[in-house]
């Protein structure tokens, strides 16, 4: 069964630092990974996806990366802004077999940018 | 387009009773999926559709839990004789089927909060 850890489960921040956020997987075989946002209350924004056979994605200040053999993956974020604060949530999907249609979450990375 | 919708946001109920919860879909998506996620926690795969056939179910989805998908577009999710570890949020997402050139992403909506009392 696929297992998704993220660290740290709470970050804060002074505003204007770089920041990196983790997220590790049990099992290698993903289709792809993707990493949302959600704000208090509200659902999930996508911020990128990375398939299996790409190493990183860019959009804006933030860069996520992915070592599948590694079973790892970072969110960086660039240049910190009050309004990143939020809960980060990595999730990934299995390449096949049972539960390949759905994604597995971690429990997220609550970020606290302090103006 | 408008994005997945969801509605209502909020639900209050007292136990045993029952609620549903209704989804619309990004227009050309195929596939819908149903999620759960309690308070400090990340979502947890309910259900998901390919058009109008459910192909997936967790074994979170108890008998009371019953998820329809008429004519592929829109869903609704009922939960019958709600018990209080039912309040969670419910959360809808949408995408097309993976393909050569197509990544598959999902689009969550706001989700709709239940609360049992």
């Known amino acids: 069964k696929q297992e998704v850890t993220q660290i740290p489960a709470a970050l804060s921040v002074p505003e204007g630092e770089n920041l990196v956020l983790n997220c590790s997987f049990t099992?290698?075989?993903?289709?792809?990974l993707q990493w949302f946002r959600q704000d208090p209350g509200k659902g999930l924004t996508s911020l990128l996806l990375?398939?299996?056979?790409?190493r990183e994605q860019t959009s804006g200040r933030l860069n996520a990366s992915l070592d599948k053999s590694s079973g790892r993956s970072t969110l960086y974020i660039a240049a910190s802004q009050p309004g990143d604060s939020a809960t980060y949530l990595c999730a990934v999907r299995l390449y096949s077999g049972a539960g390949s249609y759905q994604l597995t979450f971690g429990k997220g990375t609550k970020l606290s940018v302090i103006p | 387009d408008t994005g997945v919708s969801q509605d209502p946001r909020h639900k209050i109920t007292k136990r045993g009773q029952n609620v549903t919860f209704r989804c619309d879909p990004i227009s050309e998506h195929n596939r819908l999926y149903w999620y759960r996620q309690t308070l400090g926690q990340g979502p947890e795969f309910l259900t998901y559709f390919q058009n109008e056939a459910q192909l997936e179910k967790s074994r979170l989805l108890s008998d009371r839990f019953s998820a329809e998908r008429p004519k592929g577009s829109f869903s609704t999710l009922e939960i019958q004789r709600t018990e209080q570890g039912d309040s969670a949020m419910y959360l809808c997402a949408s995408s097309l089927a993976p393909a050569r050139m197509n990544t598959g992403e999902l689009f969550f909506g706001e989700g709709s909060r239940l609360t049992v009392l």
């Open positions: 990375i398939q299996s056979s790409q």
């Open positions: 099992d290698s075989a993903i289709y792809n």
